[in-house]
């Protein structure tokens, strides 16, 4: 009788899990990983791959950094988690008081939540009641570029791009107005979109991905149009929400996308490289008269929202440690080095054959594929070009025929080198694409 042999890991998950933005009848068994390492990950099976995109955008100092480890451990054998209303404990007030040190001015209050998502559902909420408090409940609508992404939850979706992944909840989805992205070109018709609903009565807020746009095909604008759309907006006494999410610390250049601004948001939203990939935290940061609309003796005026792992001090520590790494000389060195390698590649792949455009934004480097039928996310030039990216031991995940590079900051020169060819083989892959299948 021949021996059964054991399933391995990827098999145990296929019979076990659902993957996000996965069809998983026809998905391929994912790549186990076991462990990582700086900018890499290490599967089962021993194969080193190397992070061209920092896990979804979350990981700023490398795989198992030692030094949130250790600050990880240490809070673990000491508070784990405490409930947040009534109580508090010494990480969320140090991660307050020194994220406030460090954004944009004139934020002045902490709210922390789970997630990406989360943060935009708090800032959402707060928008809409800091109106309903005063007195304008009929203050409901919020203005949003069309392409835009502020994540998966309902309110979230609302604010973002309709299209694939959100139309089966579009009857679910409350109502936004919507204006393009002003690209470099579009600036001057894209305000005058905004011009053309900014008399409405029911306006409350601006949400915006500042400078790039991450899921829209990392999509650049500058940062004068935005201080113009930003101005407008204010005149017409709408709150201002910059979803740094993605953009904080460090991706853009400064450490904010925001700083690059004179005019500052209202609230800023933040999660992703807040604790250095290390863990789930969401924050939702204020401005004092915000948060003073919330005071009152009437306990109906209250911010309505929490989470069971609100300001978990696990989570807590290791954002403390992802930003003290963030703030060092180095790390400020490291995304100098990283932003420079980019910039050397994308003067060399723009206008090349096979490139339709090449964005390049601080840490952020995106080329945008030729391809015949548009840029679909499901097209089979993706797929070509994740399994080729996959073939050279390196996660790339397409976003249809735009790639794009977020490494870890630690990635060295070497490691970058193996990216930017990487993206070279792409442009030949692009010039002769296998005929449409999928792979």
Not at 242 to 264: I, K, P
Not at 326 to 339: E, I, K, Y
Not at 383 to 396: F, G, H, P, S
Request: hydrophobic share 45%; with cysteine.
């Amino acid at each position: 009788m021949p021996l059964q042999t054991q399933p391995t890991l990827a098999e145990r998950d296929q019979a076990v899990l659902w993957h996000p933005y996965t069809q998983m009848q026809t998905a391929p068994l994912p790549v186990a990983i076991v462990r990582g390492e700086g900018s890499w990950l290490i599967a089962d099976d021993g194969t080193r791959y190397l992070d061209g995109i920092s896990s979804w955008w979350v990981n700023l100092h490398g795989h198992s950094h030692p030094h949130i480890a250790q600050r990880v451990s240490e809070q673990l054998r000491t508070l784990e988690h405490v409930l947040f209303a009534g109580f508090t404990h010494p990480t969320a007030v140090e991660l307050a008081e020194q994220l406030l040190a460090v954004l944009p001015a004139g934020q002045a209050r902490v709210f922390y939540s789970d997630n990406g998502s989360t943060a935009v559902e708090v800032a959402l909420k707060m928008v809409l009641q800091y109106f309903h408090n005063q007195g304008q409940p009929e203050r409901r609508t919020f203005i949003c570029f069309r392409d835009s992404y502020h994540g998966d939850t309902f309110g979230a979706m609302s604010v973002s791009g309709r299209g694939a992944f959100t139309a089966p909840f579009a009857p679910l989805l409350f109502d936004v107005a919507f204006i393009d992205v002003p690209v470099p070109g579009r600036e001057v018709e894209v305000l005058a979109q905004l011009d053309a609903l900014l008399g409405r009565p029911d306006l409350a807020g601006f949400i915006f991905e500042p400078l790039l746009l991450g899921t829209a095909g990392m999509i650049t604008y500058t940062p004068a149009v935005l201080d113009e759309l930003l101005r407008r907006c204010r005149a017409a006494g709408l709150l201002c929400i910059a979803d740094e999410v993605m953009t904080g610390f460090g991706r853009t250049g400064l450490l904010f996308a925001s700083s690059q601004l004179s005019r500052l948001p209202d609230i800023m939203c933040l999660s992703k490289g807040l604790t250095g990939g290390t863990m789930a935290l969401g924050v939702t940061t204020c401005t004092a008269a915000i948060f003073d609309a919330f005071l009152s003796n009437d306990r109906l005026k209250t911010l309505f929202h929490g989470h069971s792992y609100t300001a978990n001090p696990v989570a807590c520590a290791a954002a403390l440690a992802s930003l003290e790494l963030t703030l060092a000389p180095a790390c400020t060195q490291q995304r100098a080095d990283l932003a420079a390698a980019h910039a050397a590649v994308a003067a060399e792949l723009a206008g090349q054959p096979g490139v339709r455009a090449v964005r390049h934004l601080g840490t952020v480097l995106a080329v945008e594929f030729e391809q015949a039928a548009g840029t679909s996310y499901f097209s089979s030039l993706r797929d070509q070009l994740y399994a080729l990216a996959l073939a050279r031991r390196v996660v790339l995940r397409p976003l249809g025929n735009v790639v794009y590079l977020m490494p870890p900051y630690c990635t060295t020169p070497a490691e970058l080198a193996l990216l930017h060819d990487t993206l070279r083989a792409m442009r030949q892959l692009a010039l002769n694409p296998a005929p449409d299948a999928r792979i």
